[in-house]
């Protein structure tokens, strides 16, 4: 069997976030890594809580069957996050406490990842949240550290405590969030415009987000879309919009990120040669060599 060379995590509050900030890059990197990439996407909440008219139980089971169709085209491993006791982490929750570190914790040693895809911590007090998100992105950073302490939370996984081995700390990068407009930064983008159209067949999947809950709630500036081909511009525009805010040119569908130092920090050399074609006129890493030193 073939060694696995590259894997790709990602780790988000909710069903559907992952495919509006990371799928393209995921699915590029399979054109760059073949049969030997490993790509997971962990969902960091229950789901429960985003409809209008379903109850929860309906809407918990309802999101977790679409995100596992969206799986299926995209290719890629989903789950859920359990904590230690069992249990599912309910939404609009923004208490990052130790069971929650320690599933991640669980979670990311199980996999051990080469590059972790996140939300961002906002750095901005104006800026506009969502508060799952910044959970999520705040767990993130604060159990990087403790990735490669094989015993920091073994007392809630006897199973884990064990010899100790060592674990890969990855690099940790932050994604786009939509929650945040006119406050996200990046150190480089990827076209992912041949990927577009999958990414339209995997969010459409999501018919209980795309076409009931976000027109409804309003947030997102969001028509209800009748068909596929609908959702396709509805779509487009939303990545037109990013593009604006970030300063990518709107002719080709794009996805950014920030550099972190929260786990290993790579060279530039690194990033050119692990990621998929970047977007050369905006990854000049300027102000990431200028923010982490890097070589």
């Keep these: 069997m073939e060694e696995q060379a590259m894997r790709l995590l990602c780790v988000h509050a909710h069903f559907d976030d992952y495919e509006f900030v990371a799928a393209g890059t995921f699915d590029r990197f399979r054109e760059r890594w073949g049969s030997s990439l490993e790509t997971r996407l962990i969902v960091c909440t229950d789901g429960a809580a985003g409809h209008h008219q379903l109850g929860w139980s309906e809407t918990r089971e309802r999101r977790w069957q679409e995100q596992q169709a969206s799986a299926a085209l995209g290719g890629y491993q989903v789950e859920r996050l359990v904590l230690p006791d069992g249990r599912l982490r309910p939404e609009a929750n923004p208490i990052v406490d130790r069971p929650f570190l320690a599933a991640l914790w669980s979670r990311i040693r199980a996999f051990e990842p080469d590059y972790l895809f996140c939300p961002p911590i906002p750095r901005d007090p104006l800026a506009g949240i969502h508060v799952d998100h910044v959970a999520v992105a705040s767990a993130v950073r604060q159990v990087a550290y403790m990735i ?82 609908e959702w396709r511009e509805v779509l487009r525009q939303r990545y037109r919009r990013q593009s604006r805010e970030l300063g990518i040119s709107e002719s080709v569908a794009a996805e950014a990120f920030m550099v972190t130092s929260w786990g290993e920090v790579p060279s530039r050399a690194q990033l050119e040669n692990d990621f998929p074609p970047l977007i050369p006129e905006i990854s000049t890493f300027s102000n990431l060599e200028r923010r982490l030193s890097l070589d």
């Design 148 to 229: 490669n302490v094989p015993h920091a939370y073994s007392d809630l996984y006897p199973e884990l405590g064990g010899e100790p081995r060592p674990c890969r700390v990855p690099v940790i990068l932050n994604t786009y969030d939509g929650y945040m407009v006119g406050s996200n930064m990046l150190d480089f983008a990827v076209d992912i415009e041949g990927s577009f159209d999958l990414i339209a067949r995997m969010t459409w999947c999501h018919q209980s987000q795309v076409c009931e809950w976000l027109p409804w709630v309003g947030r997102h500036r969001m028509p209800t879309p009748g068909s596929l081909d």
